[in-house]
């Protein structure tokens, strides 16, 4: 499943594609906002924000643009007028002179105001974003040692987007072998130089996979652009202190971990 990183990174081309280009075209496969489509002709847009898997696409009417891909979305960029060969179901196609990106399969889709914006049900839920570049270590601190996430057990805090939004299974185990905490362990516990490292670690792993891209591996998790140090690695050597990294599940999903740095 993507992260964070990969739907920051699939917002990037979008926004490549079409951003602060006029558009042509608009067209929702959903009735109630087909008959709201003419009016976005002409408008712009001006960004495409993330939250978790959740991309909002800013026009420059004010309009926001919700979709979440859930299991089966997908966004793609074709050129315009291009109708592309897939099996998907095509669910919106926003377009410019030269180019056109299209949401397929995916259910959750909407198109709001500011006010409605400011009160989807999703979005108060989920905590900020790690690739939102405003937030700082200082800010994810506070909510580590807050009365509703210190005593939490990182198994699944990590896993939680109503803690940070953009977390998922590979950062989650790539954050707590970096710090050397093991999954059972709550914020409580830690010390003050811990909290600090994991508050840190908790951005900069995710944006590090953004950035970076990290080293393709194509025999290991689908090719994903990350250069992993435990995930995946079940019965290889740990590089921090030679032990033998493990396997479990945790939180309902697979977790990898060294039992001989992560105490």
């Not at 602060?20 to 924000?49: D, N, S």
């Not at 040692?145 to 299974?169: E, H, I, K, P, T």
């Amino acid at each position: 499943m993507p992260e964070g990183p990969e739907i920051r990174r699939a917002a990037d081309t979008l926004e490549a594609a079409i951003q602060g280009k006029p558009l042509t075209y608009a067209w929702f496969a959903l009735p109630a906002l087909q008959t709201r489509a003419a009016g976005l002709v002409g408008q712009r847009i001006e960004r495409i924000e993330t939250r978790g898997k959740a991309l909002l696409t800013h026009f420059s009417g004010g309009l926001t643009l919700y979709s979440h891909n859930q299991l089966y979305g997908v966004w793609r960029v074709a050129a315009a007028g291009e109708i592309p060969q897939t099996n998907r179901v095509l669910r919106v196609r926003l377009e410019t002179a030269d180019r056109a990106i299209l949401l397929y399969s995916a259910s959750d889709i909407a198109l709001l105001t500011p006010e409605q914006l400011a009160q989807h049900p999703f979005l108060l839920r989920v905590g900020p974003d790690v690739l939102d570049m405003a937030l700082t270590a200082e800010q994810v601190k506070a909510r580590l040692l807050s009365a509703r996430f210190r005593r939490r057990q990182f198994s699944g805090l990590l896993l939680d987007q109503a803690f940070l939004a953009g977390l998922g299974n590979y950062l989650r185990v790539e954050i707590l072998w970096e710090c050397g905490l093991a999954p059972q362990h709550n914020a409580a516990q830690l010390t003050d130089e811990q909290v600090d490292l994991l508050s840190h670690t908790l951005l900069a792993i995710p944006r590090l996979s953004y950035h970076t891209r990290g080293v393709v591996d194509e025999n290991r998790h689908h090719g994903a652009l990350f250069s992993f140090k435990v995930f995946h690695r079940a019965g290889e050597l740990c590089e921090r202190c030679g032990g033998v990294i493990e396997k479990t599940t945790l939180s309902s999903r697979p977790f990898y971990w060294c039992p001989g740095c992560q105490r």
